[in-house]
C-alpha cells in the first residue's frame, strides 16, 4: 500500500513538474498574476472612494461638477456648437469653461448624467474609468518598451498608486491633471520610439500630445518642454537618422491640424480681451517646497507636497545592474547602443530626468533662474505628475530586470503591489479624505452654486475685480438711465422690448466674450461692447421694438472646425488606403502560388 502511495506521489509530482515548467502554464500562470495586480489595484482605489453617490472634497470639485452638468445641460440641448459658452455659470450670464478646459473625457459622466445617474455617482464611475484607462495606458506602453506583460504591470501598479496620484484626486481633485495621467504613459512610449528604436510608430507620440492638450493644458506644455527636452539631449542620433526628423516634423502637423478645433479658438478668446488668467494669483516660484519633503507621507498643502519614499526605493535595483554584474551581462546589446543595452539606457534617461524634475520643484533648485519658465504651474508640484509618469518605467524596468535574472517574475509583481496597496493605504490616512453627501439633481437650480469656478481664470478682468456686483447684474438688463427692462433669455440667446422713451445703451446679463451679435425687429445689427463690469453692453440709440442678443461662433472658430474635419477625413483615408494595400499584399502569395 506504502509503494502504491509513493508511486502515486511520484506520478503526481512528475506531472505537477511538467505541466509548472511548460510554457503554456508559464505563460498563464503570468497573466493570471498581470490579472490579480490589476484588480488589487482597482478594487483599493473603489474602496477609497467609497461611497460612490458622494462626491469627495477636494480643491475644484465644486468647479468639475458645475462644468459636467453644464455639459449635461448642452447634451440635452443637442447644443454642441455653442462656442464654448456654458450658460449653466454665472446664473445665465455664461462662461467660457468649454473654451478653454476641453471636454474631450468630461462626456463620460455628462452623458450618465443624461440618462439619469446621479451626480455623485457619475462622477465616481467617471473617475474609475480614469483609473482603468491609466492602469492600461502605463501597463501597455511599458510592456512595448519592455517586451514584457511583468514590466508593464510592475509599472502600471507603481504609477496608479502613486502618491501625488492620490492627492490628485483625493485632496485637489485636479480633473485635468487625473485625466492627463492616461496620456503621460503613451508620451513616453512614443519618445522612446522616437529616441532608441526606429519610430514605426510616430502615431504613439502624435496621439499622446494630442489627448494631453485635448485633456489639460498645463500638462501639455510640460508634455512638449520634455518633447524638446529629449530632442536637444539626444540630437547626435537623430541627425543621424533624418527620416526620424521628417515624421516627426509630419506628426506634429497632423497633431496641429487635428487639434485646431480647440487651440485656435483659444488663442483668438485669450487676444480678445484682458482675462483673468493674464493676472495669476499664484506664481510657482511663491510655493516651493523642502527638498526632503520629496520623500514624506505628507498631506499636499501649497508647498508641502511630496512623493513619498516607495517610488524612489524601488529604483535602487539600479545598483545591482552595474556593468561588471552578472545581470547586466545577461541583458540584450541593442544595435543603437552597441556599447550599452537599449532598455537600460532609456530606464536610465527616464530616472535621471524624472529626479531632476523632483529636485526642481524643491528649495535646492536654482528658482532665481527657473521662475520665468516655470511660474505658469502656479504650485511647483504641478511637476509631480511627469516626474512620476518616467519614475515609474525606470523603476519597473529596473525591478524587472532583476526578476528575470532570479526567475521570479511573479513574487517581484506580488511584492511590488503589496508595497504599493500598503503605503497607499498609510497616505489615504494621512490626507484623511472626506464625502461631500449626496447631491440632488436639481442642485443647480440654485444659482447660488452655478458661481462655483474657482478663480475664474477666464474671466474678462474687469469681471473679476467687479466680482460681487457681477453677480448681482446676473439677472438683471438695465439700460443707461438705470430703468431695468423684462427679458427672456436661454443658452446664449435673449430678447428684450425697447420701451417707448428709448435709451442709449442696454447692460445685458451676459458675460462678455467675442462672438455676441445684436440686432432690433427690423433685421438693424446693433453694436456690441463690453461695460465696465466685463458684461455685453447693447448700443440701443436707434434699436426699434424687439432686440435680440445672441452668441455665434465666430468666423476663425468656424475654419478651425473645417481644419479639423479635413485632417480626419484625410487620415481616415490614408488609414484605409494603409490597411487596403496591406491585405492586397498578404493575397498576392496566395494567388501566385494557385497560378
Known sequence: MLIKLKNLKCLIDSWYNKISNSKTYQKWSVIVFCFLCFAAVILIQIKFMLPLDQPIFGHDVGYHLLRTEALKQRIEDMNFFNGGIDYLFYNGAGYASSLAYPDLLLYIPALLRTAGVGIGLSMSIFLIVCHVLSYFSMFLCVRKISGSPVCGTIAAVIFSLSQYRLDNLFTRFALGEIQAYIFWPIIIYGLYDLIFDEFKKPYVLGIGIAGML?????????????????????????????????????????????????????????????????????????????????????????????????????????????KKSPIYKSLNISDTDKKRPKLLVAADSFMIIGFLICIASTDIAPWKILAPILDFLQYPYRLFALATALIAVAAAIFVYCLTKFTNSHKLGMVVVTAAAVIYSCI????????????????????????????????????????????????????????????????????????PEEGADYADVPFIWYKGYTAEDETGKELDISMNEIGFVRVDTSDAQGKVMVQYKVTPLKIISYIITLTAFITLAVMVIVKIIRKKNKSIMPNQNETV
Open 214 to 322: 485635448l485633456t489639460h493644458t498645463v500638462s501639455t506644455a510640460l508634455a512638449l518642454g520634455l518633447c524638446v527636452l529629449y530632442v536637444l539631449i539626444f540630437i547626435k542620433r537623430l541627425i543621424k537618422n533624418p527620416r526620424k526628423i521628417i515624421k516627426l516634423g509630419i506628426t506634429a502637423l497632423i497633431v496641429v491640424a487635428v487639434t485646431s478645433f480647440y487651440w485656435i479658438p483659444l488663442l483668438e478668446f485669450m487676444l480678445s480681451c484682458d482675462l483673468t488668467v493674464a493676472h495669476p494669483r499664484n506664481a510657482a516660484s511663491q510655493f516651493v517646497g523642502k527638498f526632503l519633503n520629496l520623500f514624506k507621507d505628507i498631506p499636499l498643502i501649497y508647498a508641502d507636497a511630496g512623493l513619498g519614499i516607495v517610488i524612489f526605493l524601488l529604483c535602487l535595483p539600479r545598483i545591482a545592474l552595474c
Open 427 to 498: 497616505h489615504i490616512q494621512t490626507i484623511a479624505p472626506f464625502h461631500l453627501g449626496e447631491y440632488p439633481d436639481n442642485y443647480y437650480d440654485n444659482p447660488e452654486q452655478t458661481y462655483d469656478v474657482s478663480y475664474g481664470e477666464w474671466l474678462p478682468w474687469a469681471t473679476q475685480i467687479n466680482i460681487d456686483y457681477a453677480r448681482e447684474m446676473t439677472d438683471k438688463l438695465v439700460l443707461n438711465n438705470g430703468q431695468q427692462v423684462p427679458f427672456g433669455r436661454y443658452n446664449g440667446y435673449l430678447e428684450f422690448i425697447m
